[in-house]
């Protein structure tokens, strides 16, 4: 099969200039022989995609991971040739339906991600919101179960989806029950980016932040990752108490009251919470 490759002209933002590349991250693996570094350039041309990023020429992802043109071709080439990808115009590469199966395969191996599904649906019939189950993934969270009403939100979220922790309720939930000095790391690499007017962005007050959420059991996040988002999340606890996922409601900011996220959705999300932790033991 040829691949070709289109001369459009590539445009980064700052924002994208300062991220670490993949192939820097690959860096660290130079000299180990049992690193599969092709499997590795392969995964990293895959994580390349996005919703904002859903067709990509050659050049424009190895800009994004910052692999060569070569080694970029070739990862497609078997992507293409395994139908993980394709490219109508043999040009602009996008992720073909059956990359799905990978995610089907960890959710249908996952105990928590199996477990939370119903129990989200269920809600979701219930209280007519949007429910879902996370977990933590180096600095992002990572949705691994999601139900969602027919409610009008600039975001798509979905299994699979990240987002920073930083500005996240689950993600504040998460960081909030980690190791002190794993907080401390996070906190030392972070960069707390103003998503909106209300992102909090100074270290010491979203510490106070996390020490507050750990003693009242729960985070609410009001417009800080999108303007109009507001969401509760409440963790949920391993057999040895340890803060394995943590379990939130989000909904449009103006109709939802924090007030009334209080009183009448944290007592059943904790509930929710709880027969999660059973699956677990």
């Known amino acids: 099969m040829h691949l070709t490759e289109s001369r ?16 820097q991250m690959l860096e660290q693996f130079v000299g180990d022989p049992n690193f599969m570094t092709s499997l590795a350039r392969g995964l990293a041309v895959i994580q390349a995609f996005s919703q904002q990023s859903r067709q990509m020429t050659i050049s424009q992802l190895s800009v994004k991971t910052g692999l060569s043109r070569a080694a970029v071709r070739r990862c497609l080439y078997t992507l293409t040739k395994l139908g993980f990808a394709g490219a109508e115009d043999g040009q602009r590469y996008s992720l073909r339906p059956k990359m799905l199966s990978l995610s089907h395969t960890y959710t249908a191996s996952n105990n928590l991600s199996t477990a939370a599904q119903p129990i989200l649906e269920r809600m979701s019939a219930q209280m007519r919101e949007s429910f879902s189950v996370a977990t933590l993934d180096g600095d992002d969270i990572v949705y691994i179960a999601r139900s969602n009403v027919n409610r009008m939100m600039s975001v798509d979220l979905h299994i699979g ?121």
């Open 8 to 23: 459009e002209p590539e445009v980064t933002d700052i924002a994208e200039q300062k991220r670490v590349l993949p192939a």
């Open 161 to 281: 989806s990240r987002l920073p922790a930083y500005c996240t309720s689950m993600g504040r939930v998460l960081l909030a029950y980690l190791p002190p000095e794993e907080t401390e790391r996070y906190m030392s690499r972070v960069t707390l980016a103003p998503l909106t007017p209300r992102t909090i962005t100074n270290k010491e007050k979203l510490r106070m932040m996390l020490r507050n959420i750990r003693r009242m059991g729960y985070a609410i996040c009001d417009q800080e990752f999108e303007v109009g988002l507001r969401s509760l999340a409440v963790p949920v606890f391993a057999p040895g108490g340890k803060v394995v996922a943590t379990i939130n409601l989000s909904g449009n900011a103006p109709r939802i009251p924090v007030t009334e996220m209080q009183s009448r959705f944290l007592p059943p999300l904790r509930q929710a919470a709880n027969e999660l932790s059973v699956f677990l033991r």
